[in-house]
């Protein structure tokens, strides 16, 4: 029997690969808003970031997010990827 495939993603900050489940996934939605996606399967425009307080800092002082996703990101949903780590 073939081994389960593990779904691999790259973290938009550190150009990293790690499987899917150890990485967290930001949207933005069709309707225009970023949110934390925690399923990760949300429809939208979606960017993958490591669960790491720095890598997260990084993304909000470099605004590497605000590029993939090309809108702006509230203070608030940073907050919130720091509080998932």
Do not use: F, W
């Not at 399923?39 to 993939?68: C, F, M, P, W």
């Amino acid at each position: 029997m073939k081994p389960k495939k593990i779904p691999m993603r790259t973290c938009v900050v550190t150009h990293e690969k790690y499987p899917k489940k150890e990485l967290i996934r930001v949207v933005r939605t069709p309707l225009g808003t970023v949110v934390v996606d925690e399923t990760g399967k949300q429809n939208g425009r979606g960017a993958y970031l490591k669960k790491d307080k720095d890598v997260i800092e990084k993304a909000r002082t470099s605004k590497i997010l605000e590029r993939h996703l090309e809108t702006s990101i509230e203070d608030k949903v940073y907050d919130e990827l720091i509080q998932k780590c």
